[in-house]
C-alpha cells in the first residue's frame, strides 16, 4: 500500500531543534515535488516549505525562511524538514504531500507530527 508516514515531532523548547521526515512507501519519493504543510485547529493550512523534483530547489514561506530547512535523500526515499530557532508559533500538525500547493491534489498526502513548542 503506497502511503507516507510523518514522524519526528515532539515537544521541544523555545529556541530548540527538530527534524521531521517524511518517508514513502510503495512508491518513488524522488519524481515527485514535496511539500510540507501545518495546520492549526481554527487557522488556515500554511505551506511551510517545498523541495523540487528536477533539480532539489527549495522554497520556503516567509515566517520560517532562514530557520527550517528542506532536503531529499533518494536512497531512503525520504524527505526531511529541519527546524531550527523553533518558537511557539510553530506549534502544529505538519504533515507532507506530493504537492506544494494543495496537499489534496497530491497523489499523496500523510496523517502529520505533532509539533509543539513550549516552555
Known amino acids: 500500500q503506497a502511503q507516507l508516514v510523518e514522524s519526528g515531532g515532539g515537544l521541544v523548547q523555545p529556541g530548540g531543534s527538530l527534524r521531521l521526515s517524511c518517508t514513502a512507501s510503495?512508491?518513488?519519493?524522488?519524481?515527485?515535488?514535496i511539500g510540507w504543510f501545518r495546520q492549526v485547529p481554527g487557522k488556515e493550512r500554511e505551506g511551510v516549505a517545498c523541495i523540487s523534483y528536477r533539480d532539489g530547489s527549495a522554497t520556503y514561506a516567509d515566517s520560517v525562511k532562514g530557520r527550517f530547512t528542506i532536503s531529499r535523500d533518494r536512497a531512503k526515499n525520504t524527505v526531511y524538514l529541519q527546524m531550527n530557532s523553533l518558537k511557539p508559533e510553530d506549534t502544529a500538525l505538519y504533515y507532507c504531500?506530493?504537492?506544494?500547493?494543495?496537499?489534496?491534489?497530491?497523489?499523496?498526502w500523510g496523517q502529520g507530527t505533532q509539533v509543539t513548542v513550549s516552555s
Open positions: 510503495g512508491f518513488t519519493l524522488g519524481y515527485y515535488a
Open positions: 504531500a506530493t504537492d506544494c500547493k494543495d496537499p489534496q491534489r497530491g497523489d499523496y
